[in-house]
């Protein structure tokens, strides 16, 4: 969304709009961006349906309403804004790939993993997607259960922006769902050399290793996982699971 988005987005033909509701839908058009921009998703969401209430047929308004509504946790309305959006004949490629975009997020927000990945693939359709847009096709595509086409999309945001720790993840737990062991260590040890932050490659790496009866370097990204996500279930439990391969090792 903000590749394409900033104050001085407005398409000229707008202005070509007759008579005072034209004119004032246009005004809140204005305004609605510039508090869009200022993230004042609130006052944008009212100004831009303002300029909807005064002349219908302004798609763009409709487009960004739906996304205003979206930064507001307001899914299903961001969504039925984003449909109609993606219906309409009045707005630039730019936008009908935005639309699809924020109707992905939306699916996926709302738990369907596989309308979501729809939306995505179809915005990559009308553009080349973004790095943003790669991850989120290779988020939906994994949570669909579709892991060969979710590895793809990684790789190709890991390409369009490099040092991208969340693609890498992203990459190596595809490889273990698909046991490819080594290969998800290669990939959760790059992320980890990014971004050493998250649990959720040490977890990957842990649970390649124990694939692979590498019990000790398991029990140790366990380990560096809970410290960095005490909550997490899947390191406790794979620590468990660590451990007692470890304590069956020394009674054998």
Known sequence: MNRW??????????????GCAGMSANHHHRLGLQAFEQMEYLNACLEFQQSVDRNPSRADSRLMLGWSQFYLSRTESALAALQSVSISRDLS????????????RCWYRLGDPVRAYEAIIACGEIQRLSADQELLAGWTAYASGKTEAAYPHFARASTLRTADAEALYGMALCAWT???HEEAIRFATRSI???ASTAGSYVVRAEA?????RIDDAIRDFKSALARDPGSAAARDGLARATRNADSQVEI
């Open 5 to 18: 988005f900033h104050s001085g987005v407005w398409v000229a033909g707008s202005l070509i709009l007759s």
């Open 93 to 104: 490629i730019v936008q009908y790939a935005d639309a699809f975009e924020g109707m992905a």
């Open 178 to 180: 698909e046991g490819r």
């Open 193 to 195: 050399r990014w971004d």
């Open 209 to 213: 290793s124990l694939a692979l009866k």
